[in-house]
Nanobody, 119 residues
Framework: QVQLAESGGGLVQAGGSLRLSCVAS????????MRWYRQAPGKERELVAQ??????TNYADSVKGRFTISRDNENTVNLQMNSLKPEDTAVYYC??????????????WGQGTLVTVSS
């Protein structure tokens, strides 16, 4: 069984920073792209940032210059969030496309971690 687990959410004042982490575990052969999404109350889930196995990154316009996505290793993706704004308040989800040891392609989601930015 393969799963994703996020950590690092919490409450922070506007202008502050938080670092989210997501670890993939289980019978993993390889991981392609890893992404962070977020969903604010009453809004649709949106892509925040992604990073490929080769290290290429992309960001939503709303977070460019403030957020940085990185991979510590094959199975861990981080999201460093600086200069946080109240509008960044949301549940943040990690997702990944994983090839497991049985060579099955899996699209997985973590359980989500809440980020609350107070004004």
């Amino acid at each position: 069984q393969v799963q994703l687990a996020e950590s690092g959410g919490g409450l922070v004042q506007a202008g502050g920073s938080l670092r989210l982490s997501c670890v993939a575990s289980g019978s993993i052969f390889s991981i392609n792209v890893m992404r962070w999404y977020r969903q604010a109350p009453g809004k649709e889930r949106e892509l925040v940032a992604q990073i490929t196995s080769g290290g290429s990154t992309n960001y939503a316009d709303s977070v460019k210059g403030r957020f940085t996505i990185s991979r510590d290793n094959e199975n861990t993706v981080n999201l460093q969030m600086n200069s946080l704004k109240p509008e960044d308040t949301a549940v943040y989800y990690c997702s990944a496309f994983i090839l497991d040891l049985a060579r099955r392609n899996l699209g997985l989601w973590g359980q989500g971690t809440l980020v609350t930015v107070s004004s």
